[in-house]
């Protein structure tokens, strides 16, 4: 990266330097050296790009697990507040149960009591007790009487059934209330350790994405200072006369690849760190080795490596308006060259510092970078 800035600066500082007579061989002499330098960065251009895929892939990565870990968060409060029901539940069938089995015993305790008594006295004979009647009233005083004994046992006994039945059912319905307990108690362990190896993940991703900031950073750090010198390199061309002072290009440009933009021109906040970044162009999706064309026609000013925008050109269109294509696998143009719009001038790649196939375009007016969407139709 030093060689890299070094041999842009001293580009620069013979752009200041230069005469009208020698600046076409200063031209020649600054591109075989950015090509030297070219040749000597794609050895490790491979190992650049699976780096900044994995740095690329860290924050995705990062972001997932957040997500993962709030659904399952979401997951055990709803079976912990199912929990915290079924145990209010259990709670209200054991008082229930051990009302109803006090009801139960205090029938139950009456019943022994009335076949205790039949047992010490006798069976009664219903039919004895009323033929020993000494005349109608008393016959008619006995069968009331009797009829009272007999409704009475047999409420007794229906009561007894009932109650019965109704400890019975509340003890179906109390195992029936651990069996869910149990089951959700084993369900919130599940969620619990999911929750704990959710935690243990994003721990790890971001620590890792932790580490990656530091290169992320350094890495935006180098192309703001490639912007600033794009800007400082053509204010300081125009100042020299190096560029052409009359637009010739038509000022309505061309895409210079076709695809979706996949991250627009401007500042955006970073979704993890919420810092702000600025992109001083429009990323366009594109395949490897697709065609990238002239949006206008102009005179190439530079065309070789520009640090975190690899292999760039830059296109004077006249009247201080300028585009830069960034990030190509090879470039199909030199310096001073004149080319024509929808012109092939390089092919699309991933080089500088890129996570994937496509086009940077930016377009600057007297070095100050503007919307490209206000040029293109």
């Not at 890495?219 to 560029?243: C, D, F, T, V």
Request: hydrophobic share 40%.
């Amino acid at each position: 990266m030093k060689k890299q800035a070094a041999v842009l600066s001293a580009f620069l500082l013979m752009i200041n330097l230069a005469s009208p007579v020698t600046w076409a061989e200063t031209i020649e002499d600054k591109k075989a050296e950015l090509e030297d330098v070219q040749r000597q960065i794609d050895d490790k251009d491979a190992e650049r790009t699976t780096n900044q895929h994995r740095i690329d892939n860290a924050v995705e990565q990062l972001l997932e697990a957040q997500r993962e870990l709030a659904q399952a968060q979401q997951e055990l409060a709803v079976v912990e507040a199912q929990q915290r029901v079924l145990e209010g539940r259990l709670r209200d069938n054991e008082r229930a149960i051990s009302v109803k089995q006090k009801e139960f015993d205090n029938t139950r305790g009456i019943y022994k009591k009335r076949l205790r008594d039949i047992y010490e006295n006798g069976q009664v004979n219903y039919l004895d007790v009323l033929l020993g009647s000494a005349d109608f009233r008393d016959f008619a005083s006995r069968m009331y009487l009797l009829q009272r004994v007999i409704r009475q046992d047999t409420r007794l006994i229906e009561l007894l059934n009932r109650q019965k039945a109704e400890l019975q059912r509340r003890q179906a319905e109390l195992a029936e209330n651990k069996r869910q307990l149990d089951a959700t108690h084993a369900e919130v362990v599940a969620k619990q350790e999911l929750v704990a190896q959710k935690q243990q993940e994003q721990q790890v991703l971001y620590e890792k994405a932790l580490a990656d900031k530091a290169r992320l950073d350094a890495e935006y750090e180098e192309l703001q200072e490639n912007s600033r010198q794009i800007a400082a390199m053509i204010k300081q061309m125009e100042e020299a006369g190096r560029m052409n002072a009359q637009r010739h290009g038509s000022g309505q440009f061309s895409w210079p690849v076709y695809g979706e933009i996949t991250s627009p021109f401007g500042w955006r906040v970073h979704p993890i760190w919420h810092s702000q970044i600025f992109h001083a162009g429009i990323d366009i999706a594109a395949d490897y080795g697709e065609p990238v064309v002239a949006a206008d026609s102009g005179t190439v000013i530079y065309a070789g490596w520009m640090g975190g925008y690899g292999n760039a050109v830059m296109i004077d269109h006249g009247g201080g308006l300028v585009t830069l294509y960034g990030h190509n696998s090879s470039l199909t143009v030199g310096v001073g060259e004149n080319v024509a719009r929808g012109q092939t001038i390089a092919l699309a790649g991933s080089t500088g510092n890129s996570t994937g196939p496509h086009c940077h375009f930016e377009v600057r007016v007297h070095g100050d970078v503007v919307e490209p969407l206000n040029y293109l139709p």
